[in-house]
């Protein structure tokens, strides 16, 4: 079970930080990311993390988004700095894989979602 927490609105350039508790089968769990979905757009990667750091960014969010994660507590963290309007949508915690290829990372989703929590950015 996947269980999120910290959304809200803020003002653009302003911060929000989404934590993601996971519970059950932990053991297994290789990678977790953040994906958003916003109004009439498909899903999308926000940013992974594997159990050992590595880390893949989208290319609309890097130097703003920080991914980190606590892999004693099974808690993955998203924080959003300098948040802009286009960053409105409803995020979710996703348990994945991190893949490496050619010198990068990239994370791979499983169908294993949490509820999805709601940011909003005003300008």
């Known amino acids: 079970q996947l269980v999120e927490s910290g959304g809200g609105l803020v003002q653009a350039g302003g911060s929000l930080r989404l934590s993601c508790a996971a519970s059950g089968n932990t053991f297994t769990i290789n990678a977790m990311g953040w994906y958003r979905q916003a109004p009439g757009k498909q899903r999308e990667l926000v940013a992974g993390i594997s159990t050992g750091g590595s880390t893949n960014y989208a290319d609309s969010v890097k130097g703003r988004f920080s991914i980190s994660r606590d892999n004693a507590k099974n808690i993955v963290y998203l924080q959003m700095n300098s948040l802009k309007p286009e960053d409105t949508a409803v995020y979710f915690c996703?348990?994945?894989?991190?893949?490496?290829?050619?010198?990068?990372?990239?994370?791979?989703?499983?169908?294993?979602w949490g509820q999805g929590s709601q940011v909003t950015v005003s300008s």
């Open positions: 996703n348990v994945g894989e991190m893949l490496y290829y050619s010198g990068n990372y990239y994370y791979s989703s499983y169908d294993y």
